[in-house]
Each structure stands twice: as structure tokens, then as C-alpha cells.
């Protein structure tokens, strides 16, 4: 039996007195793209800050690679360089160029010194598809080209698990098609994936497993075809039929 690449058990979590996470049961295997749907304030970004350990839990116990990273001490820093994050508003830095960007994080961590950290953020580049920006400064991108340097930085720590929130919401509708092209290139690559995204046929087309998340609770999961095509629970039914 291989041992999961993510695994949450009985995982809460508690802001004050809101419970906002309600006893998850979540696997990721290694190679799978898991997408992660449901409204709004469901805790969907809350559980991808848990597995990069962005955030603690209030209660249960999450496994990278067989390791509990509430209990990681000193192999902290280990365990969350295996996992890479893109986020809706990017967060680049906004006073260095693209290149600084995507070798900042490796040259500082001593992984690569600044040569090869610049031959590689090349690469990267390419692999979004941005290598003519390499000098280029955040503010003169589009957002699509800004998501792009943002997975291309996350990529440069060789991460082996890629963890996304909504990359593609704060993007005007010509720009999504790129950024979700990049994704599908990484998927069809065997990049272990968690992703959060409102594009639904992205989902269809990209997930090995869905998993619908409402209050807090995870009330589906199943293959694209199980749950759009055969969704049972009522919540599942009423979030499709506003989103489809
Ligand atoms: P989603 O990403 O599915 O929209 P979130 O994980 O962002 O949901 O939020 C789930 C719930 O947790 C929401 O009710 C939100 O207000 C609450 N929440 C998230 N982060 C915090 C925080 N840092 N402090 C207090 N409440 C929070
Ligand atoms: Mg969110």
C-alpha cells in the first residue's frame, strides 16, 4: 500500500467560537489532480492554508507523506518545501522583476546559488510560457501573465505537491484560458494537485477526483463524471445548478 501524499483525519478547525472545518476525511494519492468546489465561506481555502501549514488545526492530524506536520519540529521547513501555493492575488513582489521573483526564494533558502537559480527560473519561464518577460517588472503584466510568474516562482522550489486557490478568479475571462492551460500542462505531467476553482469544466476535464465542500462539512466526492453527472446529495444538486 503506498502511503497518501496528503492525508487529513478527523481534521476541525475552530476561528473563536466558529467552527469553519467540521471533521474532514480528505487523501490525496501521489499523481492525483483533487479539485476542491462549493460556495463561498465552504473552507475550501482554509484547508489548502492547512496543508502547507499556513494554518493549524484545532484538532486532528495532517499527514504529508506519512509525516504529521502539527508534530514536523525542525523538518517544518522540509515538509513545506515539498508543497508549492498559487494564490488568486498572486503575490508577487511588486519591486523586482520577474526573474527576482521566481529566484528569490531558492537563492535565499541556499537550495541554488544565483546562476543556476537564474538558468533554472528560465526554464520555468518557458514552461508558462513567459520567457520574454524575464526582466519585466509585475506592475507592466497582465494578471494572466502574473498568475503564470506566480506558478512558475511556486515551480522553482521543485515542489512535489502544487496547491491552488482560485488562480484563475481575479482574472479577466481572455486570461483564464492560459492559466488553466499551464495547470492542465502540469496535471498531464503527474504534478500532484489541489485545486480550488470555480471553472467547472476545467474540473471535469482535469480532476481524478472531485470534492464538494458546504459549511464546513466535505458532503461529495467522486469522479468529474459522479459528481456532475450523478451528484446525490441535495446541497451538491442546488450549488450545480447555480454554477452550471
Ligand atoms: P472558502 O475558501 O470556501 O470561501 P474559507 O476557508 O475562506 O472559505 O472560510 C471558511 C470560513 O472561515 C468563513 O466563514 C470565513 O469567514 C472563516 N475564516 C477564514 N479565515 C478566518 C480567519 N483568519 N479568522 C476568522 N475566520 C476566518
Ligand atoms: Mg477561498
Do not use: C, W, Y
Request: aromatic residues 4%; without cysteine; negative net charge.
Amino acid at each position: 500500500m503506498t502511503i497518501p501524499r496528503v492525508e487529513m483525519k478527523n481534521v476541525r478547525k475552530r476561528f473563536g467560537d466558529n467552527e469553519v472545518i467540521k471533521n474532514i476525511n480528505l487523501k490525496v494519492d501521489d499523481n492525483e489532480v483533487v479539485v476542491l468546489i462549493g460556495p463561498s465561506g465552504a473552507g475550501k481555502s482554509t484547508v489548502l492554508r492547512m496543508i502547507n501549514g499556513l494554518e493549524t488545526t484545532t484538532s486532528g492530524e495532517i499527514l504529508i507523506d506519512g509525516d504529521d506536520i502539527a508534530h514536523a519540529g525542525k523538518s517544518i521547513n522540509q515538509m513545506r518545501e515539498k508543497i508549492g501555493m498559487v494564490f488568486q492575488h498572486f503575490n508577487l513582489f511588486p519591486n523586482m522583476s520577474v526573474l527576482d521573483n521566481i529566484t528569490l526564494a531558492p537563492v535565499e533558502l541556499g537550495i541554488r546559488n544565483k546562476a543556476d537559480a537564474v538558468t533554472q527560473a528560465k526554464q520555468f519561464l518557458e514552461v508558462v510560457g513567459l520567457t520574454d518577460k524575464a526582466d519585466a517588472m509585475p506592475a507592466s503584466l497582465s494578471g494572466g501573465q502574473k498568475q503564470r510568474v506566480a506558478i512558475a516562482r511556486a515551480l522553482a522550489m521543485h515542489p512535489e505537491i502544487m496547491l491552488f486557490d482560485e488562480p484563475t478568479s481575479a482574472l479577466d475571462p481572455e486570461m483564464v484560458g492560459d492559466v488553466l492551460g499551464v495547470m492542465r500542462r502540469l496535471a498531464k505531467q503527474g504534478m500532484t494537485m489541489v485545486i480550488v476553482t470555480h471553472e467547472m469544466g476545467f474540473a471535469r476535464e482535469v480532476a481524478d477526483r472531485v470534492v464538494f465542500f458546504a459549511d464546513g462539512e466535505l458532503l461529495e466526492q467522486g469522479t468529474p463524471t459522479d459528481i456532475f453527472d450523478h451528484p446525490q446529495h441535495p446541497r451538491l444538486q442546488q450549488f450545480l445548478k447555480q454554477v452550471l
